[in-house]
């Protein structure tokens, strides 16, 4: 069976997407910002073979999503309350779809190579958890064989002790790690010259 790859984005409304970065480039401006994130992270994925890939989208609607992205995907609209309750969703839903290998990316986070992506496969070969940490203490990618709520219930996200707290529950419930590359996310104004540089080396 192809292994799962879930890429969590959301549709690009003004105000409603990368808020961080209004007072950079304002409200259009960072939809903006998340639409090219959203199809530069697309581009990256569509290149790797015997993977499933499926769109975890908030906003908007399916046909909203098809419309800008195209039908070739397939489309699940996230669930829960934060990205704890979303995650767990995420991972049961790939469980009981028969999946044996399940990765999770955002698109916040525009360094994740196809390599990147091939070797957090290869990493759940011998590890039950596989960890992409960010640079700013969370992380950008986790892959899991089976659902682990535990790994997502009561984190305290958004803070810097993510990436940390989840390597520490992991060593509590006896669950082997596996590290990629830490990567930067672009989530504040600081944060975009990362992403000029990954453009301007594309072009």
Known sequence: MADHLIIFTRYPVPGQTKTRLIPALGAAGAADLQRQLTEHTLNTVQTLGNLDI?????????EQMQTWLGDQWHYQRQRGQDLGDRLIH??????????TKTVVIGI????ITGEILTAAFCQLDSAAVVLGPAVDGGYYLIGLHQNIAALFTDMPWGTATVFQETQTRCQRLN?????LPA????????DLAVWEQITRAAE
């Open 90 to 99: 995420a991972f049961q839903a790939s469980e009981d779809q028969g999946y």
């Open 54 to 62: 499926s769109i975890y989208f908030s906003g908007g609607n399916v």
């Open 183 to 190: 990567l930067q996310d672009i989530d504040y104004p600081e």
């Open 175 to 179: 669950l082997s790690l596996a590290l």
């Open 108 to 111: 916040d986070c525009p360094g």
